[in-house]
């Protein structure tokens, strides 16, 4: 850890008090910041008394092991004091360098503007977009929840960790926050403790000005413990404070008053300590003040051995590793469950019991619907797959997220696998990032596409981050129906193909929908998107050839010798599609179809693959897909036609309304024809 | 209206009863569900007792004038219960007629699956998604609340109305209801009375296993008055709270215990009425214990005559026009005033001060980022809008949607017109889309817009309903720098671009901003989005009719003759694509650059305009914004070029990650001599 310990011509002192230690935090974070010529001081500087408390007293983790399943997870959900976790990660011994520090906000640093999850030095998720790092939290220790319910045996609480969770006003403003902690509440995770930076000050100032909530009674009204007004510098009321919520059993909320930029003269207490340096002048001030003499990235030895967390860290961990042992030796096979779960693994056994059932689907010539599809998919899959949890925003049954080996969990029985998240997508998105960032899960959620909006900034975080979650997109267009244009995606598809790292299957069938399943279990490094229709469509009959061209993202559905053109369809569209080839077929022009159930995938695919798929030479193209044109122009050039839906729905039927848009074997052939 | 009033063959009885009233629309809710063989006849049946009170009893409206300014408002968020809105439009006497009612979820129908925004028949927003009728409402109750405060004088309340609202558990359990609810509280919006449809049902069965809220307490925590369980189905119970909600002044929340689809003897109470035809048998078991003995769709005249609203309604029309003349004599210029905002116009000379103040800044050289040049048009522009409204979330001094004229509205001075809205997006969003749809304002409101994301479906909302909602996005790109990936939007601008009727703006200097400013403003049809950068950006220099193609989306603004290539780009990049295309020409390649700011509006244009700017015979095409490339085929081809950004940004200064991902002059001039 040497090189992570500048500065040991410090001389060490006396042993230093707790607002030494925490001084250290308030130091680095002003430093940093004019070093960098921005970001926020004002909340590490003013969070700094409440990070010593627990980082020293409570936080249960080893520096030396940041992957120590047991270890629990910190949550800094006002990301914008990233400054914050970046000094607790170094004083208290992770692998995070002073030259990271010194190098905050700059191109290819570690310490970027918002934290960005790496769990090598503490940092369990990404955070800024405000109310999502809380979420995320209660998807943690949801997880936590249930692993332990799953894992745990009487004498043996092997699964036992805590969530701790640091928050401000913006977090409890946005929507979000209502989402998560009402349902946290309602699923009674006691293991959850959030701190709520209560300065008072938001960026447009005085939060009194917009936000007079008594958020106590709020939380108190989700049944949380609440603890009212502590005093976000003295340590010992912080201690109070938090033994009462851990002996509560509830979430809990500690509402900690606290002075923004504590510690700067003339700038704390105001929202000019937010969001910019404090500039050198008032910089030397704050020095003064904190009685803080070392120079800007100086830490003294004794104030890095008030923080260094390793011999702790590894006897937390030791004893662990000792009761896990016994564990295992009173249950193997569990031990080896565990084991393999967080290790991400998927059983063995999978790839084969996929294949098999993949290909029993392909069998089958019943017109589904592809929401069926999924369900069929899941009661094939689930069975292999204990790390699989999943539900739905309130659209179980529309969605078809539940699943024959579905076992619903309650706040008192958490031995399940089904999560009824309420009418709230956007809480069920990041909740499902915060299942997947603990470990031990394959999460999902289902909700209808066009909510996907609610849930928007939580899938990107998931493709930001890398996550595995996985969303289960029902109603996927016009097809839908009655419900009309409130509920009929148009511009969905082609907006969460835009988001870089976002998977977006739209199968056509149950086998495209099965292997589309199967790519998203598989996949460990981002979101999939899975967009299923509500009405039935027939089996497309393939080769193995064709089987095999699903998972490459597009293939040939229907070929044919020397195609004049080639229409390039996916999901509901790729019926018609078809439809029109044999028509056009039937009058002696040879037509080529594409399905192509996945954009991202098939642009992945070597240049042969994609050139054999879509020939240079034929340009004639058109493109099918219920849905906004902008995006298919890619792949049909200038030259070609796309046969979308550049406007809202309507209520009707949906026979209706495919005919009135054009979604119909005659116009698509039409279209083709007047290419040719 | 005897369009309206089928079937006098049923007898006159005698007075109805109340419970007679509201079976009314139980009878028309179930049996339009089931001809239609889809919808939600649940809620209508549950609240109808409840509708039947406030329309009768308290809700001023006059059907024959259905824009009367001063009528209250009446939001029906659980927008599913649709058929309970159409039935008491129809009964209540607008102009929706049986036919329609019939024709409930038919194609072109005015009875779509959900509410569609339609004054003349009483639907004052369209509602579907949850949450966000409720915050439609906050929003209307908030212009109701500044437009009193601009207008009204001593002893002349000439705007004096109420906003009621219906709203359902999925309501409360949305995330945007805690947004808008707090601040409804912070801003004392006393005449916001809500219904709460306490029934105990959500789709996924009985709410308790994923709703257990304390609700009144959690309203209560936002400062509103709150009625406890009343019974939903006992007309004085229910006048008794809205009379105590009337004297309270504050925002109430009426909490209604009922029973979802009363009436069916087998299946009220239950999910299973929620979000389906209730079946032939069981609609003829609900009409003998609802003691309703009238065939499907028909009412009896003694039920129309006490359901009829125009007698009542002329008066209280009659009675405000009264003192609106009052008014008009002592007021005469506010009176004028009012009625112009209220109609939508723009102010004489409105139109002249945009031009004059537009030509002043073209005439400037500054470089400017263009949140500022925003600024600059707010300064500007807002002088002469009176009806010009907006705020930020809780992002002013970063948005810079503060302007000269600006005045913060509070709960106890609401004659302003700037709103600090918190954090809070889509509360924000679906706020202004209901000040809009009150009228009387030119809303708009700033975010980063990253965080577009998290208000996207009230975006769409504003879209579906051509409402004119004005939404401020700064930080546009990676250049917003150092905050990095979380707060760097990449697929954003792209992304807007893809819903329809929707405009999105991203100019490149001031001047483009005035003139995207003014279209907004002068757009009535629908939202527009202004993508602004963080950076400083140069003044571009024009001609008087370049600078007249701004209004037309894209432009030539480098010309040369014969040009060989054309590149296009947007927002910061059109300097780079200006500085680009002078390095070529110096090296005798001439390349003319379009600036293309509003896609939108340039596709709108008639063909010889777009083939002027895009001459078909140029076909080497670069397209450059630092932004997803998806939708840039569309003009470039499948044989042009896209400099974009199909990852995610990175966290540091600006001109450094410009660099790294190659939008500079070198990189976009290497890309047009390799396309040549």
């Known amino acids: 850890m040497a090189s992570n310990r500048e500065n040991r011509n410090i001389p060490e002192g006396a042993e230093p008090s707790r607002r030494?230690?925490?001084?250290?935090?308030?130091?680095?974070?002003?430093?940093?910041?004019?070093a960098a010529n921005s970001g926020h001081p004002g909340a590490p500087m003013g969070m700094a008394d409440i990070a010593e408390v627990l980082w020293n007293d409570?936080?249960?983790?080893?520096?030396?092991?940041?992957?120590?399943?047991?270890?629990?997870?910190?949550?800094?959900?006002n990301g914008h004091g990233s400054m914050?976790?970046?000094?607790?990660?170094?004083?208290?011994?992770?692998?995070?360098?002073?030259?990271?520090?010194?190098?905050?906000?700059?191109?290819?640093?570690?310490?970027?503007?918002?934290?960005?999850?790496?769990?090598?030095?503490?940092?369990?998720?990404?955070?800024?977009p405000l109310g999502q790092g809380l979420t995320n939290a209660v998807g943690m220790a949801l997880a936590e929840k249930v692993l332990a319910a799953q894992f745990n045996q009487p004498g043996h609480d092997i699964v036992d960790h805590r969530t701790w969770v640091f928050l401000g006003d913006g977090c409890l403003m946005?929507?979000?926050?209502?989402?998560?902690?009402?349902?946290?509440?309602?699923?009674?995770?006691?293991?959850?403790v959030c701190f709520y930076d209560d300065n008072g000050i938001s960026i447009d100032g005085e939060v009194e000005g917009w936000f007079t909530d008594d958020t106590p009674a709020r939380f108190e009204a989700y049944g949380w413990y609440v603890e009212r007004a502590v005093d976000g510098h003295d340590p010992a009321a912080l201690q109070a404070a938090v033994d009462n919520a851990v002996a509560s059993g509830k979430p809990s909320l500690i509402c900690c008053r606290t002075i923004i930029g504590f510690g700067s003269p003339n700038k704390q207490g105001t929202e000019a300590t937010h969001g910019a340096p404090l500039g050198d002048a008032e910089i030397a001030a704050t020095r003064e003040a904190l009685g803080w003499p070392y120079a800007p990235f100086q830490v003294p030895a004794n104030i890095y051995a008030g923080w260094d967390a390793h011999a702790k860290g590894a006897a937390t961990e030791a004893a662990w590793n000792e009761r896990f042992a016994a564990y295992q030796l009173a249950f193997p096979e569990l031990a080896a469950e565990l084991t393999r779960r967080m290790s991400g693994d998927l059983p063995t056994g999978w790839s084969a019991a996929a294949t098999a059932a993949i290909a029993e689907m392909a069998a089958s010539d019943a017109k589904?619907?592809?929401?069926?599809?999924?369900?069929?998919?899941?009661?094939?899959?689930?069975?292999?797959?204990?790390?699989?949890?999943?539900?739905?925003?309130?659209?179980?049954?529309?969605?078809?997220?539940?699943?024959?080996?579905?076992?619903?969990?309650?706040?008192?029985?958490?031995?399940?696998?089904?999560?009824?998240f309420g009418v709230r997508e956007f809480g069920m998105a990041a909740m499902l990032n915060g299942m997947t960032l603990h470990?031990?899960?394959?999460?999902?959620?289902?909700?209808?596409?066009?909510?996907?909006?609610?849930?928007?900034?939580?899938?990107?975080?998931?493709a930001l981050m890398k996550v595995q979650s996985i969303l289960v997109f029902t109603h996927d267009s016009i097809g839908l129906g009655e419900d009309g244009p409130t509920h009929q995606p148009v511009e969905h598809v082609a907006s969460l193909r835009l988001m870089p790292n976002m998977a977006v299957w739209r199968p056509?069938?149950?086998?495209?929908?099965?292997?589309?399943?199967?790519?998203?279990?598989?996949?460990?490094?981002?979101?999939?998107?899975?967009?299923?229709?509500?009405?039935?469509?027939?089996?497309?009959?393939?080769?193995?050839?064709?089987?095999?061209?699903?998972e490459r993202g597009a293939y040939v559905l229907v070929d044919v010798p020397d195609p004049q053109a080639i229409i390039i369809a996916t999901g509901s569209e790729v019926e018609i599609a078809v439809a029109a080839a044999v028509a056009l077929a039937a009058e002696g022009i040879a037509v080529r179809v594409v399905s192509m159930p996945?954009?991202?995938?098939?642009?992945?695919?070597?240049?042969?693959?994609?050139?054999?798929?879509?020939?240079?030479?034929?340009?004639?193209?058109?493109?099918?897909?219920?849905?906004?044109?902008?995006?298919?122009?890619?792949?049909?050039?200038?030259?070609?036609?796309?046969?979308?839906?550049?406007?809202?729905?309507?209520?009707?039927?949906?026979?209706?309304?495919?005919?009135?848009?054009?979604?119909?074997?005659?116009?698509?052939?039409?279209?083709?024809?007047?290419?040719?």
């Open 439 to 462: 470990g031990g899960f394959i999460a999902y959620g289902g909700t209808f596409l066009t909510f996907s909006d609610y849930a928007r900034n939580a899938l990107r975080m998931a």
């Open 20 to 34: 030494d230690l925490a001084n250290a935090i308030r130091a680095l974070a002003m430093d940093a910041v004019q």
């Open 598 to 676: 996945c954009a991202e995938v098939f642009d992945a695919q070597d240049t042969a693959y994609r050139d054999a798929v879509l020939p240079a030479a034929i340009d004639k193209r058109v493109a099918v897909e219920a849905g906004v044109t902008d995006g298919w122009y890619r792949y049909v050039g200038l030259q070609g036609r796309v046969i979308g839906l550049d406007r809202f729905g309507e209520s009707a039927p949906a026979g209706e309304l495919f005919k009135k848009f054009g979604f119909t074997a005659e116009n698509v052939k039409a279209v083709v024809q007047q290419l040719l």
């Open 58 to 77: 409570y936080l249960s983790h080893n520096p030396a092991n940041p992957r120590w399943i047991n270890r629990d997870r910190f949550v800094l959900s």
């Open 174 to 192: 946005e929507g979000i926050s209502h989402e998560a902690c009402s349902l946290a509440g309602t699923l009674k995770l006691g293991k959850l």
């Open 508 to 550: 056509c069938d149950t086998t495209e929908t099965a292997v589309a399943w199967r790519y998203a279990i598989e996949r460990r490094d981002g979101p999939t998107s899975l967009i299923l229709s509500r009405q039935g469509l027939p089996a497309q009959q393939r080769s193995a050839d064709q089987l095999l061209g699903i």
């Open 84 to 128: 914050l976790l970046y000094a607790l990660s170094h004083l208290s011994g992770y692998s995070l360098g002073m030259d990271e520090i010194r190098n905050f906000r700059q191109l290819s640093s570690r310490t970027a503007g918002h934290p960005e999850y790496e769990p090598e030095i503490g940092i369990e998720t990404t955070t800024g």
């Open 368 to 420: 589904v619907a592809t929401r069926k599809a999924s369900q069929i998919a899941l009661n094939a899959f689930a069975p292999h797959l204990p790390e699989l949890i999943g539900g739905s925003a309130d659209l179980t049954g529309s969605n078809l997220t539940e699943h024959a080996a579905s076992k619903w969990i309650t706040g008192d029985a958490a031995n399940g696998n089904y999560v009824s």
